[in-house]
């Protein structure tokens, strides 16, 4: 299977139009790159207070079930990768105050342990799940992967 490929000019390409470019790849790679999603799902993305998460994931979800009925796995599997992404930047600031991992001296920061941001970090999981649990999902990665993604 094909890796994901960085090289390819993702802001003048539509992948609607041709999902042979699309490669699944790993975890979220290509998630703030593969257009027309990016412009379709960031503007939706946020999770700074557990408020914000929970209407941030159910109005991604829902995009993720709107490109399903439409069957455009593409779709699918951006809502999908920034779901993750919700779980994996909430964590993230969960652990580091400001996000940052480490210092600007190279050394790792302390872990602060936030609680809002922890719950946001579930909120965005338990999307995530339903979404890459979903069967119709599932299905159509392993069809994109047999038709496109065979080198």
């Known amino acids: 299977m094909r890796k994901f490929d960085y090289d390819l000019d993702y802001e ?9 470019w699309y490669t699944v790849g790993r975890g979220e790679q290509g998630v703030l790159m593969v257009q027309p999603y990016k412009n379709e799902i960031l503007p939706h993305w946020r999770f700074k207070t557990p408020e ?19 069957g455009d796995f593409v779709g699918m599997d951006m809502a999908r990768k ?12 969960t652990n580091y105050k400001g996000g ?6 190279g050394t790792l920061s302390i872990r602060k342990g936030d609680p809002a941001k922890a719950e946001s970090a579930r909120i965005f999981k338990e999307a995530w799940e339903k979404a890459k649990t979903d069967e119709d ?15």
Request: net charge positive.
């Open 12 to 20: 003048k390409l539509d992948l609607r139009e041709h999902p042979e």
């Open 52 to 70: 914000i998460a929970r209407e941030s994931s159910e109005k991604i979800y829902a995009m993720f079930l709107e490109y399903k009925e439409a």
């Open 82 to 93: 920034f779901l993750q992404m919700g779980y994996t930047r909430a964590r993230r600031y």
């Open 100 to 105: 940052r991992k480490y210092a600007e001296n």
């Open 137 to 151: 999902y599932k299905r159509m990665t392993n069809e994109h992967k047999e038709k496109y993604e065979r080198e």
